[in-house]
C-alpha cells in the first residue's frame, strides 16, 4: 500500500497530473469539463495520470478550494441495518455537538460503488472520512494514499488501516460461537451465512468458526445464500443442508436474521432447539430475546464504534492523537441463551 501524504501537505494538483501525461493544464482541465473535445491518445495518458497519482477535481469553488469543509464523509454498507444505523446516530450527535455534517453514502456491500462515493465525498474537501471495513479497490486506495484527509476504518479490526481504526476482530467473533458450542460437546456443525462476496465480515467470522472447530477435531459443513437472507431461501437451504447431513447438531449464522430464518425451519421440520441442533447468531438484535427458545448470538459495540470513531476523529483534526492511539479494539461480548 502507498504511503498516504502527510496531514497538512497539498493535495495532487492539475499541475502535476499535466506534467506526468506530458500536456498542459488547459488540455487536462479540458478533459475534466468536455472529454470528447479532447483526442482520443491525449485523453488517455491524462486519465492514466489521474489513477497513477489518485488526483481529485475540487468542488469547492475559488478561495474555498484549499480549506476544509464542516462535513465529514461516511461510508457504510447499508443504511437499513440497525447495526450501522445505531453507528451512525452515535456517530452524528457527536460529530454535530463539534459542529459538524455527516454526509452518508450507501455503498451496498459494493467496491466499485465505493470508489465512486470516496471520489465524490473528496471532492468536497470534507473534514474527515469514515469506511467501513478494510476492503477497498486499488484506485479508490491510490485515490486515498494521495489525500490527506483523516480517515478511519470501522467495524473492523486486525490491519494496519490506512490511518485510523475503530472496531473487533470478526475472526475472534466466530471463535467466540465455536468455543461455546465446543464446550457444549458439538462436534458436527455447519454455518449458514450470507454471500461472502457481499459480505467480506460474514467471511472472516466463518473463517474464526471454522478453524476453531477444525482444530478441535469437529467439522463445518458452510452453506452461502445467493443474496440477502431471505427467510424463505433460508428455510430451503436448512432442509437441504439437514437432508445431506443429517449428522449436523450445532449451526452458526453469520447474523442473527439468518439464524431466525434457520430457527423458522427448524420449527417447521420439529428439529428441537437446542436438543437436535444447537443455534447461534451474530448482532444481538432485539428480537433475539424474544424468539422460542430466546438466541445466542455476539453483540457487536454498535454505538461504541460511533462514539470512538468521532473522538478519534475530533482529536486528530485538532492534532491531539498520539499515533499509539490510532486503532482501538473494543472486542465483542458472547451474549449466552437457550439456543445452545
Not at 465512486?116 to 485515490?143: D, Y
Not at 467473533?173 to 461472502?196: K, P, Y
Request: aromatic fraction near 6%.
Amino acid at each position: 500500500m502507498a504511503k498516504r501524504r502527510r496531514r497538512g501537505s497539498q493535495r495532487v494538483t492539475m499541475g502535476e497530473v499535466a506534467r506526468l501525461a506530458n500536456v498542459s493544464p488547459s488540455t487536462v482541465s479540458l478533459y475534466l469539463r468536455r472529454p470528447d473535445e479532447v483526442s482520443p491518445g491525449r485523453a488517455e495518458k491524462i486519465q492514466a495520470a489521474i489513477d497513477r497519482l489518485g488526483y481529485l477535481p475540487n468542488t469547492m469553488a475559488g478561495g474555498l478550494a484549499s480549506s476544509r469543509s464542516n462535513v465529514i464523509g461516511v461510508l457504510v454498507p447499508t443504511i437499513t441495518n440497525s447495526f450501522f444505523s445505531e453507528t451512525l446516530e452515535t456517530l452524528e450527535r457527536h460529530l454535530r455537538s463539534a459542529g459538524y455534517q455527516l454526509l452518508i453514502g450507501n455503498t451496498e456491500f459494493d467496491d466499485a460503488r465505493e470508489e465512486e462515493l470516496i471520489r465524490s465525498i473528496l471532492s468536497w474537501n470534507p473534514a474527515g472520512l469514515v469506511l467501513t471495513g478494510f476492503l477497498h479497490t486499488r484506485k479508490s486506495l491510490s485515490v486515498l494514499a494521495n489525500n490527506d484527509t483523516p480517515i478511519v476504518e470501522m467495524w473492523d479490526y486486525g490491519q494496519p488501516g490506512l490511518d485510523m481504526v475503530v472496531g473487533f476482530s470478526h475472526h475472534a467473533c466466530g471463535r467466540l460461537v465455536a468455543e461455546h458450542m465446543l464446550r457444549q460437546g458439538r462436534r458436527r456443525m455447519a454455518f449458514v451465512s450470507t454471500n461472502f462476496q457481499r459480505d467480506v465480515r460474514a467471511r472472516d467470522r466463518y473463517h474464526g468458526f471454522r478453524d476453531t472447530v477444525e482444530a478441535a477435531g469437529g467439522t463445518v459443513e458452510l452453506r452461502e445464500l445467493s443474496g440477502r437472507s431471505h427467510a424463505e431461501e433460508t428455510g430451503r437451504l436448512t432442509q437441504a443442508l439437514m437432508q445431506d447431513h443429517p449428522e449436523i447438531e450445532a449451526i452458526a449464522c453469520s447474523n442473527d436474521m439468518v439464524a431466525l430464518g434457520v430457527l423458522c425451519e427448524c420449527q417447521r421440520q420439529a428439529w428441537d432447539v437446542p436438543g437436535r441442533i444447537a443455534l447461534a447468531g451474530f448482532g444481538n438484535l432485539d428480537f433475539t430475546t424474544s424468539t422460542v427458545p430466546p438466541l445466542t448470538t455476539i453483540e457487536p459495540p454498535r454505538r461504541e464504534i460511533g462514539q470512538h470513531t468521532a473522538r478519534l476523529l475530533l482529536a486528530s483534526l485538532a492534532s491531539e492523537l498520539p499515533e499509539a492511539e490510532k486503532r482501538l479494539d473494543l472486542g465483542v461480548r458472547l451474549v449466552e441463551r437457550e439456543s445452545v
